[in-house]
């Protein structure tokens, strides 16, 4: 998994992700889901696309600032 470059586990009715530890991860696709929020020890130093819209957030982990500027980040259809 350390090589793991895209991860796409949309409409899978998920309703957390786990601590996700991913040093070459570019795309997180978990859009479709049920999340209600995301685990604030997500190491992904590489992360340029995160799609989570039409999920169930309410918050985001507090050290989302670290991957701005550089991200794209799709939170469409949450409660945030």
């Known amino acids: 998994l350390k090589q793991?470059?895209?991860?796409?586990?949309?409409?899978?009715?998920?309703?957390?992700?786990?601590?996700?530890?991913?040093p070459k991860l570019r795309v997180l696709?978990?859009?479709?889901?049920?999340?209600?929020?995301?685990?604030?020890?997500?190491?992904l130093p590489r992360l340029e696309v995160m799609r989570l819209e039409d999920n169930q957030l309410s918050r985001l982990p507090t050290n989302v600032n670290r991957w701005l500027p550089?991200?794209?980040?799709?939170?469409?259809?949450?409660?945030?």
């Open 4 to 22: 793991l470059e895209v991860l796409q586990v949309s409409g899978n009715r998920l309703v957390e992700l786990p601590p996700l530890q991913l």
């Open 29 to 43: 696709a978990a859009a479709r889901n049920q999340l209600g929020e995301l685990p604030e020890e997500m190491e």
């Open 70 to 80: 550089r991200l794209l980040l799709d939170l469409s259809a949450n409660h945030i």
